[in-house]
């Protein structure tokens, strides 16, 4: 730590002392100048040259004169790049850099202290030197320089990118910045467990805690709260029952009631049939369809608000109620998907909904029963509970003869325990998988179940039997549209993990011809899923470029796999609508059908306008496939946002498409996705300021995004529950502040759109065109939130979620 040091020690009067920062403690003068003779003697001519004009440069950068001041700044910038490029031709030549890197040290040193942060981690980059900058870092300047080089990780190539985290990271835990480390740790997948430890045990502080609790619940990362992070056994509850996320329903109702929007909704309510003029405003058939898809609105609406006016409300009549009334208004599959929305209604609140489920596990209908236990899946999704109620219940009925039921089970188990790993189901559900007497269903949903639970996890026992089953595979099984869903399944393990896939994706070229490309696009897509890997997206347009014989269909996962890959970050996201638009104008039937659906998840519950209107011009096409893939794609832009022009336009198609069953059906549905939990819901997987991407979340995306490739098979089909995985992604998109005993607390912040300022000068404000409103309020897509008032602290760096918020010592009335 002494070298930065002493440059301060003497006076800037010495132009010999920049070159003394290379020694352990500064002697006496006369003695350190004979050093530096010496050394000047074992330097070439080329570096003395440098050094002298560093010398230079540094004294006349302390000038009393601003200009020459200004001209000396100037000059180091440049000769930060002779040195960038002399130390690449330096490491090609084999040649000793040790005389460069002292110069590296004093540039560094002086970039820091004079606010060009930016400037000093691109010259350590170049050098391949970062660990460095530790050392020069200080309180007034860490914030700036992790920003940089957070931000800048996104554009490097691995394996700097994660060096780059690390060392942020580091400089975070240095400062004791603990929630901004953690956000870093929740990003380095590979060391995550050990860093998150390390940045509970760095802090005494309990408040501080229970924040990092919130943001691990949030990300949804399973982890056991044990005594090296909490010793007291009563903390320990608490910690772990945060991680668990036990208080995300209590915190949505809390956000609903200060909203105003506690009342249910009923599909009518949806519709607003009054507004629209002429046909289709008088359909009011009762036909199986329509009330399935009112069905699914119903969910979508009031999820998680454990009210409805379709299957929780009171009856006058009989102690069965509506619900009884409503179930038995659906058809045979259709009945699963009904009793499954009452999962959806009741949302994150385990104990009432698994008593409210309970009454129809005992139904004599096995499609009723299967429905039961999807809810039962999916009211536990994202909420964990140490005595796992939905595993204990769940597993009696996997082995039910009906097929249905154990559908119902098997998908149940995929969506309650997504992410958790758990060892339990690794057995017994690749048993099922090995089975030779399971049917062709129920493979594919025990393999999907597999992926989401082991999601991004590169497990090569469960790859294995996936692949074995994709194996085994007869030519007419091969020719099922569901079992596209395998491929999926095999990538859900490699979610984001780039290059562990490679060795999987190798196995996959001897598949049977039918599926090989479709498999080994898809893996690529997955593996590389929120990375921005812009080589990968070269090779995936080179897929959807080539003109390929009838039959072949695994451009439609190329061209979701460009939007995966892209939506890393906002400049990705933009030139990859401008590629779909030109694949578009340009591609086949199959990838024109695959375009809007990759718009959809490009921006996901973010409406842009130039995406809004492709979508709209898209849902009147002549292509049957295309038209519902942009609708159901408007849903998916426009969810949970109630966006008006997107309600408009659902609107409209619902009167123009009024005798297609199959369109109007996704119209409903869109419907329901545009008024998700009444506008308090996001389905984007990303959080956190855009930061950290939930694995869960995107394989919930994924699934549903891969069923809707082939829609008259799937979600048209008798496969429509596949729409229920998308809870994985919903998401409360709030900013509830509570005090430090978790009770809401509410205070003023403004809300506006989100400025990106890496690398500005001076502290320029973060957000622009803000609003200030009180707490608990909700944020759109490029929204972000910070305190009006400073009478209180606030525990995390970023305004999300849950925050704890602690009172200002320093603060006076």
């Given at each position: 730590?002494?070298?930065?040091?002493?440059?301060?020690?003497?006076?800037?009067?010495?132009?010999?002392?920049?070159?003394?920062?290379?020694?352990?403690?500064?002697?006496?003068?006369?003695?350190?100048?004979?050093?530096?003779?010496?050394?000047?003697?074992?330097?070439?001519?080329?570096?003395?040259?440098?050094?002298?004009?560093?010398?230079?440069?540094?004294?006349?950068?302390?000038?009393?004169?601003?200009?020459?001041?200004?001209?000396?700044?100037?000059?180091?910038?440049?000769?930060?790049?002779?040195?960038?490029?002399?130390?690449?031709?330096?490491?090609?030549?084999?040649?000793?850099?040790?005389?460069?890197?002292?110069?590296v040290q004093q540039i560094v040193s002086f970039h820091m202290k004079h606010n060009a942060e930016p400037e000093a981690v691109d010259l350590l980059m170049e050098v391949e030197d970062l660990d460095l900058l530790v050392e020069h870092v200080d309180s007034t300047n860490y914030k700036r320089t992790c920003l940089y080089l957070t931000s800048s990780s996104r554009y490097l190539p691995a394996p700097d990118d994660m060096l780059a985290l690390d060392i942020a990271y580091t400089i975070y835990m240095k400062f004791e910045d603990h929630?901004?480390?953690?956000?870093?740790?929740?990003?380095?997948?590979?060391?995550?467990?050990?860093?998150?430890?390390?940045?509970?045990?760095?802090?005494?502080?309990?408040?501080?805690?229970?924040?990092?609790?919130?943001?691990?619940?949030?990300?949804?990362?399973?982890?056991?709260?044990?005594?090296?992070?909490?010793?007291?056994?009563?903390?320990?509850?608490?910690?772990?029952?945060?991680?668990?996320?036990?208080?995300?329903?209590?915190?949505?109702?809390?956000?609903?009631?200060?909203?105003?929007?506690?009342?249910?909704?009923?599909?009518?309510?949806?519709?607003?049939?009054?507004?629209?003029?002429?046909?289709?405003?008088?359909?009011?058939?009762?036909?199986?369809?329509?009330?399935?898809?009112?069905?699914?609105?119903?969910?979508?609406?009031?999820?998680?608000?454990?009210?409805?006016?379709?299957?929780?409300?009171?009856?006058?009549?009989?102690?069965?109620?509506?619900?009884?009334?409503?179930?038995?208004?659906?058809?045979?599959?259709?009945?699963?998907?009904?009793?499954?929305?009452?999962?959806?209604?009741?949302?994150?609140?385990?104990?009432?909904?698994?008593?409210?489920?309970?009454?129809?596990?005992?139904?004599?209908?096995?499609?009723?029963?299967?429905?039961?236990?999807?809810?039962?899946?999916?009211?536990?999704?994202?909420?964990?509970?140490?005595?796992?109620?939905?595993?204990?219940?769940?597993?009696?009925?996997?082995?039910?003869?009906?097929?249905?039921?154990?559908?119902?089970?098997?998908?149940?188990?995929?969506?309650?325990?997504?992410?958790?790993?758990?060892?339990?189901?690794?057995?017994?559900?690749?048993?099922?998988?090995?089975?030779?007497?399971?049917?062709?269903?129920?493979?594919?949903?025990?393999?999907?179940?597999?992926?989401?639970?082991?999601?991004?996890?590169?497990?090569?026992?469960?790859?294995?039997?996936?692949?074995?089953?994709?194996?085994e595979r007869s030519e007419t099984d091969l020719a099922e549209p569901i079992i596209r869903l395998l491929p999926v399944a095999l990538g859900l393990l490699y979610l984001g993990k780039q290059e562990s896939v490679e060795a999987t994706a190798e196995v996959s070229k001897t598949f049977d011809e039918k599926i090989r490309k479709y498999c080994d696009v898809t893996l690529m897509s997955l593996a590389y899923a929120g990375t921005g890997n812009v080589l990968k997206v070269q090779k995936l347009l080179g897929i959807c470029s080539q003109?390929?014989?009838?039959?072949?269909?695994?451009?439609?996962?190329?061209?979701?796999?460009?939007?995966?890959?892209?939506?890393?970050?906002?400049?990705?996201?933009?030139?990859?609508?401008?590629?779909?638009?030109?694949?578009?104008?340009?591609?086949?039937?199959?990838?024109?059908?695959?375009?809007?659906?990759?718009?959809?998840?490009?921006?996901?519950?973010?409406?842009?306008?130039?995406?809004?209107?492709?979508?709209?011009?898209?849902?009147?096409?002549?292509?049957?496939?295309?038209?519902?893939?942009?609708?159901?794609?408007?849903?998916?832009?426009?969810?949970?946002?109630?966006?008006?022009?997107?309600?408009?336009?659902?609107?409209?198609?619902?009167?123009?498409?009024?005798?297609?069953?199959?369109?109007?059906?996704?119209?409903?549905?869109?419907?329901?996705?545009?008024?998700?939990?009444?506008?308090?819901?996001?389905?984007?997987?990303?959080?956190?300021?855009?930061?950290?991407?939930?694995?869960?979340?995107?394989?919930?995306?994924?699934?549903?995004?891969?069923?809707?490739?082939?829609?008259?098979?799937?979600?048209?089909?008798?496969?429509?529950?596949?729409?229920?995985?998308?809870?994985?992604?919903?998401?409360?998109?709030?900013?509830?502040?509570?005090?430090?005993?978790?009770?809401?607390?509410?205070?003023?912040?403004?809300?506006?759109?989100?400025?990106?300022?890496?690398?500005?000068?001076?502290?320029?404000?973060?957000?622009?065109?803000?609003?200030?409103?009180?707490?608990?309020?909700?944020?759109?897509?490029?929204?972000?939130?910070?305190?009006?008032?400073?009478?209180?602290?606030?525990?995390?760096?970023?305004?999300?979620?849950?925050?704890?918020?602690?009172?200002?010592?320093?603060?006076?009335?």
């Amino acid at each position: 730590m002494s070298p930065p040091e002493n440059p301060n020690g003497a006076g800037p009067a010495a132009p010999s002392d920049p070159a003394q920062p290379s020694q352990p403690q500064p002697p006496a003068k006369s003695k350190g100048k004979k050093k530096d003779e010496k050394k000047d003697d074992d330097l070439s001519e080329e570096d003395l040259a440098l050094k002298e004009q560093l010398e230079l440069y540094v004294v006349r950068a302390q000038d009393a004169d601003p200009g020459v001041q200004k001209l000396a700044l100037e000059s180091m910038r440049n000769l930060a790049g002779e040195i960038a490029q002399e130390f690449q031709k330096r490491q090609d030549d084999d040649m000793p850099i040790d005389a460069l890197m002292e110069l590296v040290q004093q540039i560094v040193s002086f970039h820091m202290k004079h606010n060009a942060e930016p400037e000093a981690v691109d010259l350590l980059m170049e050098v391949e030197d970062l660990d460095l900058l530790v050392e020069h870092v200080d309180s007034t300047n860490y914030k700036r320089t992790c920003l940089y080089l957070t931000s800048s990780s996104r554009y490097l190539p691995a394996p700097d990118d994660m060096l780059a985290l690390d060392i942020a990271y580091t400089i975070y835990m240095k400062f004791e910045d603990h929630t901004n480390a953690l956000r870093i740790a929740l990003l380095l997948d590979n060391k995550s467990m050990q860093y998150v430890k390390q940045v509970y045990t760095g802090t005494d502080d309990l408040s501080k805690k229970k924040q990092f609790s919130f943001m691990i619940a949030r990300h949804g990362l399973p982890m056991e709260i044990d005594d090296d992070i909490a010793t007291d056994d009563n903390d320990r509850e608490i910690l772990q029952e945060l991680v668990n996320n036990t208080k995300l329903s209590e915190g949505y109702l809390t956000l609903a009631r200060d909203i105003e929007v506690m009342e249910a909704k009923s599909p009518e309510d949806i519709y607003k049939v009054h507004l629209i003029d002429g046909r289709g405003a008088s359909s009011s058939l009762d036909s199986a369809r329509q009330n399935l898809a009112a069905t699914f609105v119903n969910a979508f609406v009031n999820a998680g608000f454990g009210q409805d006016k379709l299957m929780t409300a009171p009856s006058d009549s009989s102690s069965s109620g509506a619900s009884g009334n409503w179930l038995f208004k659906n058809k045979e599959h259709g009945k699963a998907s009904a009793a499954a929305s009452l999962g959806m209604i009741l949302l994150w609140d385990t104990d009432s909904g698994l008593a409210q489920l309970d009454k129809y596990l005992h139904s004599n209908d096995a499609h009723v029963v299967a429905g039961a236990l999807l809810g039962i899946g999916i009211v536990t999704c994202g909420v964990k509970n140490d005595c796992d109620p939905a595993l204990a219940i769940l597993m009696e009925y996997v082995n039910k003869d009906d097929t249905n039921i154990r559908i119902g089970a098997i998908l149940g188990l995929g969506i309650a325990y997504a992410g958790s790993q758990k060892e339990e189901l690794k057995t017994y559900l690749s048993t099922v998988l090995g089975d030779n007497q399971s049917t062709l269903e129920i493979l594919i949903f025990s393999a999907i179940s597999l992926g989401l639970v082991f999601v991004g996890s590169c497990n090569e026992e469960i790859a294995q039997s996936i692949i074995l089953a994709l194996m085994e595979r007869s030519e007419t099984d091969l020719a099922e549209p569901i079992i596209r869903l395998l491929p999926v399944a095999l990538g859900l393990l490699y979610l984001g993990k780039q290059e562990s896939v490679e060795a999987t994706a190798e196995v996959s070229k001897t598949f049977d011809e039918k599926i090989r490309k479709y498999c080994d696009v898809t893996l690529m897509s997955l593996a590389y899923a929120g990375t921005g890997n812009v080589l990968k997206v070269q090779k995936l347009l080179g897929i959807c470029s080539q003109h390929l014989e009838k039959g072949e269909t695994h451009q439609g996962p190329a061209v979701l796999g460009i939007a995966l890959i892209a939506m890393a970050e906002e400049l990705g996201a933009e030139m990859a609508v401008r590629s779909l638009e030109r694949l578009l104008q340009y591609g086949e039937q199959n990838i024109r059908r695959a375009v809007p659906l990759a718009l959809g998840i490009l921006c996901i519950s973010n409406p842009k306008v130039n995406v809004m209107d492709t979508l709209s011009r898209l849902s009147h096409d002549a292509d049957a496939d295309v038209s519902m893939a942009a609708i159901i794609s408007l849903g998916l832009i426009g969810a949970g946002t109630n966006n008006a022009r997107i309600a408009g336009m659902l609107r409209n198609l619902s009167s123009y498409y009024y005798k297609e069953a199959a369109h109007l059906f996704c119209v409903r549905i869109a419907q329901g996705l545009v008024h998700l939990g009444k506008g308090l819901l996001t389905l984007s997987p990303y959080h956190s300021d855009r930061f950290l991407l939930s694995p869960m979340a995107l394989g919930g995306l994924v699934t549903v995004l891969h069923a809707c490739l082939d829609m008259k098979s799937t979600i048209l089909g008798k496969y429509h529950y596949i729409l229920y995985i998308i809870v994985l992604a919903m998401q409360p998109r709030m900013l509830l502040t509570v005090d430090e005993d978790l009770k809401p607390l509410p205070v003023p912040v403004r809300v506006g759109q989100a400025v990106d300022v890496v690398g500005q000068a001076g502290r320029p404000k973060t957000i622009t065109g803000f609003q200030t409103h009180s707490t608990p309020v909700l944020l759109a897509a490029g929204e972000r939130a910070e305190l009006a008032t400073e009478k209180y602290i606030p525990l995390s760096s970023v305004l999300e979620g849950f925050v704890i918020l602690k009172k200002n010592p320093e603060y006076n009335e």
